[in-house]
């Protein structure tokens, strides 16, 4: 589980950082999976981000020599922060960041991109939580995270879809003065959550 909070801190601080080098919109083609409902989009250029800051600059900051001296960092881990490409995420094709109003006060996080290559993508996910199987529904891949988040992707494109509540409870166990909450489970959204997924490729126009 500190594994994955890491990845999420590690996510969330990519998208804070590119959402001040991108503009919102839908203008890119990578878009065509947002829904026209969305609360806000955001094209996420990371080849730009790129040319601006190189991967050979990041590895010189002391977050990024912490992560991969840690001795609890797995071999899979290191070898994504010595090569992101290697997650089978196309960067270059850039991401989409997304939100969508869900039931009640809960909305949706979705964060979309494009694959280089679709079996190394399944085996980054799946080492976040060997125990889950990949299941098809249609044309879609689905796995279920540890943190009961999906994951959706087809040949070319994938879907990371998460619950803002679960998200919450995520954030809301990292500060060291909740230390109390900290064996509280997220709520399992994961079957809306696969839904919705299924959903978004749907309207998938490639």
């Not at 409870?169 to 060291?176: A, G, I, P």
Request: hydrophobic residues 35%; neutral net charge.
């Amino acid at each position: 589980m500190i594994i994955m909070k890491s990845f999420l801190k590690f996510a969330f601080a990519i998208i804070a950082v590119a959402l001040l080098f991108s503009s919102c919109g839908k203008s890119s083609k990578e878009g065509v999976m947002i829904p026209s409902n969305a609360m806000f989009v955001s094209h996420i250029d990371m080849k730009s981000m790129g040319q601006k800051v190189s991967w050979d600059d990041i590895k010189q900051t002391s977050w990024y020599k912490n992560a991969y001296s840690d001795s609890s960092t797995p071999d899979w881990r290191k070898k994504i922060l010595d090569n992101p490409g290697s997650s089978g995420i196309d960067f270059d094709k850039g991401l989409i960041f997304f939100a969508q109003k869900g039931t009640g006060n809960d909305f949706h996080l979705v964060v979309e991109g494009s694959l280089k290559s679709e079996k190394d993508f399944e085996q980054f996910n799946k080492n976040f939580d060997p125990a889950q199987a990949v299941r098809k529904e249609g044309s879609v891949n689905l796995l279920t995270l540890k943190d009961k988040n999906v994951v959706g992707w087809d040949g070319n494109h994938f879907v990371y879809t998460m619950n803002s509540s679960t998200t919450s409870s995520e954030l809301y166990k990292w500060n060291e003065n909740k230390d109390a909450q900290s064996n509280v489970a997220p709520a399992d959204n994961s079957a809306e959550l696969s839904a919705y997924c299924v959903k978004l490729f749907s309207l998938k126009s490639d």
